[in-house]
């Protein structure tokens, strides 16, 4: 199974999350940078299984990547057993 880290101490926005993805999923020239784009690579352009893992994410990253927690919920909800998907938080120090 092929696995993708987010690592969201390196991820401030949107954008940053949408240059990073496109790197590590390996995402079509012609990807949108949106999430309707993202939705239409997972579900039908990815090479499966793939497991994708959100990292040290913030409490106030969780409410600024929400609908992006969403779509990848949704995604391994949709997939089944041949996509996964986990977030965890930002370990406190």
């Known amino acids: 199974m092929n696995q993708v880290t987010f690592d969201f101490e390196r991820i401030g926005t949107i954008e940053d999350f949408y240059v990073v993805a496109r790197r590590e999923l390996q995402l079509p020239e012609h990807f949108g940078k949106n999430l309707d784009a993202l939705w239409d690579c997972l579900t039908g352009d990815m090479e ?19 609908k992006l927690i969403q779509l990848f919920e949704d995604a391994a909800d949709e997939l089944g057993g041949s996509f996964s998907f986990e977030y965890y938080l930002r370990k406190a120090v």
């Open 48 to 66: 499966l299984p793939l497991a994708v893992r959100f990292d040290n994410m913030s409490m106030s990253q969780l409410e600024t990547f929400d």
